[in-house]
């Protein structure tokens, strides 16, 4: 064997065969062009049948790469349609947050509008408020009930006004400052206020329980039984609370005593109206220099 360094292209037989038929085929594919390109020239039908041979043997591999192709596109495609579908799903769930936050204040407006409208028709009915504010605090200790409302001497708020919301008696000032007032409850423990029972027109009495409820006891010897529902109003007797406004309802009843509950529910109050006083009428001049 020669050595290495004297080795080289031609001294390799395989080289050699490799070279001699990559020449032969090179011949041969130069002589079969020439072929088809004088068939072509001089027989074209012969040609067109050459040309439906190849056809038909390059049709196996046509489709097989033709189903590649397409799957290929279906994959693209399917992988477009997943990322567009998330795309529009994103876009919806954002659409759905804004129509669900118009929703929320679309509402919170209508309940606004309806208690100012409660409140608009309590003033058109002739009752003209001293002051209308909003509820700023509350206070619950033992069985005292108190809540603070944002106005004050300044306003003409002065204690023992009767203090009203659109459903009904909030309670009455207890106390004054320059620009917030005490707010007496009619649940508190020692608020009382003169009411008649709607149904019957008898004459009964609300004293707080310092719980949130309050007790009814009617004031007229063999009145009808109160019953539960029985919707109380002031009476306007007195002279701290102006007849007509809605105070409680009746929940329960045992013997001559009811339990009941104030139809303005401080939690869920936020405005108030001060009512002025009730202006009691001069009591009859006693007749001057009567006979004797």
């Known amino acids: ?15 050699q065969y490799g070279l ?7 011949i041969v594919g130069i002589v079969g062009g020439l072929g088809l390109i004088l068939v072509a020239r001089y027989d074209p039908v012969a040609f067109q ?19 590649v192709g397409r799957g290929a596109d279906e994959v693209g495609g399917g992988v477009g349609a997943y990322w567009n579908a998330a795309r529009q799903n994103r876009l919806l769930r954002a659409e759905l947050d804004a129509t669900a936050n118009r929703l929320i204040q679309a509402r ?14 309590i003033v058109e009915h002739g009752t003209q408020p ?16 108190y809540v603070t409302l944002a106005a004050g001497a300044r306003d003409g708020v002065k204690a023992g006004q009767p203090v009203r919301g659109p459903a009904g ?18 649940s508190d ?20 329980k310092g719980d949130g409820t309050v007790e009814i006891k009617s004031t007229q010897l063999g009145a009808p039984p109160l019953r539960r529902g029985d919707l109380l109003f002031t009476s306007g007797t007195g002279g701290v609370f102006p007849a007509g406004i809605p105070v409680a309802v009746v929940l329960d009843v045992s013997g001559e005593l009811a339990g009941g509950r104030p139809l303005a529910n401080p939690a869920r109050l936020d405005v108030a109206m001060v009512l002025p006083e009730v202006e009691l ?4 001049a006693s007749p001057v220099g009567t006979a004797n």
């Open 189 to 208: 423990g020692g608020s009382s206020v003169p009411v008649r029972v709607a149904r019957t027109g008898q004459p009964a009495l609300v004293t707080g």
């Open 281 to 284: 009428a001069p009591p009859p």
């Open 169 to 186: 008696l909030v309670g009455r000032v207890a106390e004054t400052g320059e620009r917030v007032a005490r707010v007496l409850l009619v």
């Open 1 to 15: 064997m020669a050595p290495p360094r004297l080795r080289d292209r031609g001294f390799s037989r395989r080289i």
């Open 108 to 121: 919170a407006t209508e309940y606004e509008n309806a208690r100012l409208r409660r409140l608009l028709r």
């Open 20 to 26: 001699f038929i990559g020449y032969v085929v090179a």
């Open 49 to 67: 049948g050459i040309r439906g041979l190849a056809l038909d043997i390059t049709a196996p591999a046509a489709s097989v790469f033709g189903n």
């Open 130 to 145: 001293v002051a209308v504010a909003r509820l700023i605090g509350s206070d619950a200790a033992n069985h005292r009930r």
